[in-house]
């Protein structure tokens, strides 16, 4: 008899050990204020997934974490007091559930998202989009400064894809793309220090690997005025090849998605879900100006890649500017690219991506598309007050009738609230 008790009991100790064993513990939390959000992290030793829920009198956002512990079950409270946040605190809300509560100083507008490698949630927390007061015609017809600092480029951040663990896309040769990011990355930071005097900063300036939420983190934390983030594309289609150039954004094209899910380290079903769940866009996507300029970046750039790499080369292929979701994007304060520098995977563009030469057309390439960007911005921030008012909304020359419909769309609806993205990396 007291075998046959012993046995049973011993099995419900081992199940309730096995299921305490499954649950993700919350090893810490940190956070970084920026000009435009506070970014919170919570590190965590495993998978995660969240609900959420906002809260007035007094205003708070909370995230419930299931399956989730406290590791040491100790409470978590983190003072923040910037413009923004008045703190973080965690708690156990029940045997399976912790809750985070956010106190909230001011602000309409937050998104969330879980990545991987290392386990964490990243909650974006956006300060009130401050009004820009009309600007004063000019009688005269002179030309009017609006802003021109914004235009002035001092400080860029190159950022070479992958690193470290994640080789990224491997060519037939066995070429990584990893590598080749990183050679092209220091080719383009070295022209825009010697030539433009400007102060280059890297993600990355050797064999290592940098999560994507830190990439973006780091050009905000330098203040920088451009953000550029270069990779290799890949294909299973062998014979595909050609240059294209993305900015942040929501898509329902299928290529675009899959060149995301690549970089994004998640799989095309798994990208599609996501943005099929979405309720709303980044609300950083909502302030037109990042948006126009990350688009008039993105065209420079591809333009110049093309155009110079056609004197010199055969079958070079302009797949275009398009947008997709790229995590290494967002929450970036600056106007932000991803250049897609040919295909490792086909085998005649990773013979040309293994050459210097080819490496260093492709850096002088994006290098002169900057400085075009940048002539072209000065023009406008001193426009001539008897043409159209809105200068920044004139007509932009994009090779896709559908993005050029989408881009006017967003005109209207991005307004979004919060976006929750529980896809790993």
């Known amino acids: 008899m007291r075998k046959a008790f012993i046995l049973p009991l011993l099995l419900v100790l081992f199940i309730n050990n096995s299921e305490a064993n499954k649950q993700t513990s919350i090893e810490g939390i940190r956070y970084a204020t920026y000009k435009s959000y506070t970014r919170v992290v919570i590190d965590v030793n495993g998978p995660l997934e969240f609900t959420q829920n906002r809260l007035s009198n007094p205003d708070r956002i909370y995230f419930d974490l299931k399956d989730c512990a406290i590791s040491g079950e100790k409470k978590f409270a983190v003072n923040i007091e910037d413009n923004v946040l008045k703190e973080v605190r965690m708690a156990r809300f029940d045997k399976n559930t912790v809750r985070v509560v956010f106190g909230i100083k001011k602000t309409k507008n937050y998104y969330a998202f879980v990545l991987e490698n290392p386990y964490r949630l990243v909650v974006d927390i956006y300060a009130p989009v401050k009004q820009t007061p009309p600007r004063k015609k000019n009688d005269n017809n002179k030309k009017v400064s609006v802003g021109k600092s914004l235009y002035e480029i001092k400080t860029v951040v190159i950022d070479a894809g992958h690193g470290g663990k994640d080789p990224g896309a491997i060519g037939p040769k066995g070429l990584k793309e990893k590598d080749i990011t990183l050679n092209v990355a220091k080719r383009l930071g070295k022209i825009l220090q010697e030539r433009n005097g400007i102060k ?90 990042k948006r126009k300029e990350s688009m008039r970046l993105a065209q420079s750039v591809q333009n110049s890649m093309v155009t110079s790499l056609k004197k010199n080369y055969s079958g070079i292929k302009d797949l275009g500017v398009k947008y997709a979701l790229f995590y290494v994007l967002v929450g970036a304060e600056m106007p932000s690219i991803l250049v897609e520098i040919s295909f490792v995977s086909n085998h005649e563009e990773e013979k040309r991506l293994s050459t210097e030469q080819y490496k260093n057309r492709i850096a002088e390439a994006i290098a002169q598309g900057i400085n075009s960007y940048i002539t072209q911005a000065s023009l406008i921030v001193n426009p001539v007050m008897d043409q159209k008012e809105n200068i920044l909304a004139e007509d932009v020359s994009v090779p896709d009738d559908t993005l050029r419909s989408r881009y006017d769309q967003y005109n209207y609806i991005l307004s979004g609230s919060h976006l929750v993205i529980r896809d790993k990396m």
């Open 200 to 289: 280059v900063v890297y993600t990355r300036d050797r064999d290592k690997f940098v999560p994507l939420n830190e990439r973006t983190e780091l050009a905000n934390a330098k203040k920088a005025e451009l953000f550029i983030s270069i990779h290799t594309n890949a294909s299973k289609r062998k014979k595909t090849r050609g240059l294209e150039t993305y900015f942040l954004n929501w898509t329902n094209n299928r290529e675009a998605i899959k060149v995301a899910a690549r970089e994004n380290k998640v799989s095309v079903k798994k990208m599609q879900k996501m943005q099929n769940e979405l309720q709303f866009i980044l609300q950083d996507l909502a302030r037109d100006n």
